[in-house]
């Protein structure tokens, strides 16, 4: 049991920065806080994440990466009906919709942050946007040969488009602070996505 005390406390250190850093971004984000909200002290937080930045990148790694590889990703990969689920998501993101409102989507916080200012965090970033691009380009291109997607449709072009659109989608929500505007970009992105359907 003693073994896993560690790991415990990092995963425990991890959980409280991310959502630190998910309410404030990672400039404004408070090591106070997250000692706080976990009871460690600074000595414990320090053995693990020798810098705020090396904290901030296990967040961006371990945090953000898997929870995106497991709502997105494997989904896509194991879709038999890739449109459909891509059209999914989009469908479900009302019942997040309070979070994505008033914070926004944690990966699109740190690069819009963090990228400027940063080239290892751009980096770690970069690569996770790149696993969720790669993603929904590999599920385009099963649906294509399925004959579910246009033969015309090029599928790296679009893969790039809908993440874009999407991750623009709820910043624009936050920004607005408005669900009716997460709402209607949702609605334009899925009637986006269906009129690539082949006929």
């Not at 810098?51 to 896509?76: C, F, W």
């Not at 009906?81 to 919709?97: H, I, N, S, V």
């Not at 080239?119 to 970069?126: D, I, M, N, S, V």
């Amino acid at each position: 049991m003693q073994s896993k005390q560690p790991d415990l406390t990092r995963d425990k250190v991890l959980e409280a920065a991310f959502c630190e850093i998910h309410r404030s971004g990672f400039q404004a984000a408070s090591i106070a806080n997250i000692l706080g909200s976990t009871g460690l002290t600074k000595g414990a937080l320090y053995h693990h994440f020798p810098t705020k930045q090396a904290l901030g990148l296990a967040v961006v790694d371990e945090v953000i990466r898997p929870r995106l590889e497991s709502r997105y990703y494997i989904p896509l990969r194991e879709s038999e009906k890739p449109l459909d689920t891509l059209l999914g998501f989009l469908e479900t993101m009302a019942e997040r919709a309070d979070e994505l409102v008033l914070l926004g989507c944690p990966l699109n916080n740190l690069m819009q942050e963090m990228s400027p200012i940063d080239a290892e965090f751009r980096g770690h970033l970069c690569a996770v946007m790149n696993a969720w691009r790669e993603a929904m380009e590999t599920a385009l291109r099963r649906a294509q040969a399925q004959g579910d997607l246009r033969a015309d449709v090029n599928c790296a072009d679009t893969a790039l488009f809908i993440f874009s659109a999407w991750e623009g989608c709820i910043g624009t929500a936050k920004n607005l602070q408005s669900h009716e505007a997460l709402f209607v970009c949702s609605r334009q992105l899925q009637a986006y996505i269906r009129s690539l359907r082949a006929t």
